[in-house]
């Protein structure tokens, strides 16, 4: 009886999950269509180079005005307050622009005629309209039951590795529902970052405002607590402990980028990597974003070798690598403690 409560519970996560997927289709088509002007990287009057700790930090664009810190010139930079991809900032910007993620209605991009709702169920429209639009006949790309696909397959999975425990290590329901929000933001990143070499900042810098919010209000839950916040007030540790988790997360890409820099005489990490760095190791913990990083680049290099050998392009969006690279953390997050315990004290 307990089997057959938890197959249903199972098929009732499949369907959630490739409904889940559909919405993420939206995102992914949208989401990127409000980013905001790429900000400058050389004042315009003296062509210095601004540093970006001048973007991102609250403090210094109060106090630069915003201008340059050498000529004083006036330089356009974006709000920061837009810039903590809230909700609230994702309306402020995209608001008065033609589109956003919940209108209008999804429709056939060519023929511009409004989905049926019978048209737009998960898996199975697809399946019966072959592929097609209903009313001109156009094809629609294989990725958009595939999204669907995989966001309802990684549902399941995380069910049953949370809630069933299948390897010995189930958890609770708050990890089964962070995880599934997680893989949400990472599958649509992956998609942005393959498509446009962007990561949204309502995606990553809202994760990690989200990342810090969750280490507050559930402490320990995703992450240990270190034994040198032991003596702190619960909450407080575990906010502290997703803090650190966030800054060595974006500290190790950020130093990495700027090393790659000065090596290569060219950009070699963005700022998209960063702030998803930030928001991983704010979520899991700063011994996952260790982790993380150092697994990343094994991911990165199979796809980025062939890539370059084939095309030529040495560039590639690194954020969909990161994002591999935390799913198998968190699937194998046991076995990296037992290899690596150093990391783990």
């Not at 903590?84 to 005629?113: A, E, W």
């Not at 060219?266 to 190791?281: I, P, Q, R, W, Y």
Request: proline share 7%; glycine share 10%; net charge positive.
């Amino acid at each position: 009886m307990e089997a057959d409560k938890q197959l249903l519970y199972l098929i009732y996560t499949a369907i959630f999950g490739s409904m889940v997927g559909s919405f993420l289709n939206v995102v992914i088509h949208r989401l990127p269509e409000g980013e905001s002007p790429p900000i400058p990287s050389h004042c315009p009057k003296c062509e210095k180079r601004i540093s970006r700790l001048d973007f991102w930090s609250l403090c210094n664009y109060v106090a630069l005005g915003p201008k340059c810190r050498k000529c004083g010139e006036p330089i356009t930079l974006p709000s920061p307050f837009v810039k903590v991809g809230s909700f609230l900032g994702l309306i402020i910007y995209r608001l008065p622009r033609t589109q956003s993620i919940v209108s209008p209605p999804s429709h056939c991009p060519k023929c511009n005629h409004r989905i049926r709702w019978f048209d737009n169920i998960p898996l199975f429209s697809y399946v019966v309209l072959g592929g097609k639009c209903r009313d001109c006949k156009t094809g629609i790309s294989l990725r958009y039951p595939f999204v669907e696909f995989i966001t309802a397959f990684f549902f399941v999975a995380f069910y049953a590795t949370d809630i069933i425990g299948i390897f010995g290590n189930a958890t609770s329901m708050a990890v089964f529902a962070i995880h599934c929000a997680l893989i949400s933001a990472l599958i649509a990143i992956t998609f942005i970052d393959f498509d446009l070499r962007i990561i949204p900042d309502e995606i990553s810098v809202g994760g990690t405002v989200v990342a810090l919010c969750l280490g507050a209000l559930l402490p320990g839950v995703m992450f240990p607590i270190p034994q040198f916040f032991g003596g702190l007030e619960p909450h407080l540790a575990g906010c502290l402990t997703s803090m650190l988790g966030a800054a060595v997360g974006a500290g190790m890409t950020y130093a990495t980028g700027e090393l790659g820099r000065l090596a290569f005489k060219k950009e070699a990490m963005g700022l998209g990597d960063v702030k998803l760095m930030a928001m991983l190791g704010g979520l899991l913990g700063w011994q996952a974003a260790v982790v993380i990083f150092f697994i990343a680049p094994f991911a990165g290099l199979v796809i980025a070798l062939p890539r370059k050998l084939i095309t030529g392009d040495s560039y590639i969006a690194y954020g969909p690598f990161l994002a591999i690279a935390c799913v198998v953390y968190i699937f194998f997050e046991p076995y990296a403690r037992d290899f690596l315990p150093v990391v783990f004290f």
